[in-house]
C-alpha cells in the first residue's frame, strides 16, 4: 500500500519561510500528479498548488508568487516552499497522488485527487 508521508510544518512569524515535503513509500511518482492542499480550522480542504507528471505547475490565487511546488521523482518527494507566509496560512497541510487533465477548451488543467492516496498532515501555523 502506497503511504505518502508529509513533512516540514511549524510555527513561523509573518512573512517567515517553510520548506514542506512529502515522501512517498513507493514510487508512484512517474504516472501521478501531486498536489498540496491545506484545510483550517472550520474551513474546507482547498486545493493550494499541483504539479503535473510532466512538471508543470498550477497554484491558487492563494499561493500564486509566494508558493513554489517542486517535485523530484528520483527521490519520491514533492516540495511545498512557502514564503511570505500569512496568519491565514494556518492550517494542516496535507499531500495527495491524483490525476491532472489538461481542458482544451478552458485550455488549462484541471486537478482530480486521489481518493486513496493522501498523507497525514502537518501542521503549518503562522503567527501576527
Known amino acids: 500500500q502506497v503511504q505518502l508521508v508529509e513533512s516540514g510544518g511549524g510555527l513561523v512569524q509573518a512573512g517567515g519561510s517553510l520548506r514542506l515535503s512529502c515522501a512517498a513509500s513507493?514510487?508512484?511518482?512517474?504516472?501521478?500528479?501531486m498536489g498540496w492542499y491545506r484545510q483550517a480550522p472550520g474551513k474546507q480542504r482547498e486545493l493550494v498548488a499541483f504539479?503535473?507528471?510532466?512538471?508543470?505547475?498550477i497554484y491558487a490565487d492563494s499561493a500564486k508568487g509566494r508558493f513554489t511546488i517542486s517535485r523530484d521523482n528520483a527521490m519520491n518527494t514533492v516540495y511545498l516552499q512557502m514564503n511570505s507566509l500569512k496568519p491565514e496560512d494556518t492550517a494542516v497541510y496535507y499531500c495527495?497522488?491524483?490525476?491532472?487533465?489538461?481542458?482544451?477548451?478552458?485550455?488549462?488543467?484541471?486537478?482530480?485527487?486521489?481518493?486513496?492516496?493522501w498523507g497525514q498532515g502537518t501542521q503549518v501555523s503562522v503567527s501576527s
Open positions: 513507493r514510487g508512484i511518482f512517474s504516472g501521478y500528479a
Open positions: 495527495n497522488a491524483g490525476l491532472a487533465r489538461f481542458n482544451s477548451n478552458s485550455r488549462s488543467y484541471l486537478y482530480t485527487p486521489g481518493s486513496t492516496y
Open positions: 504539479i503535473t507528471s510532466g512538471g508543470t505547475t
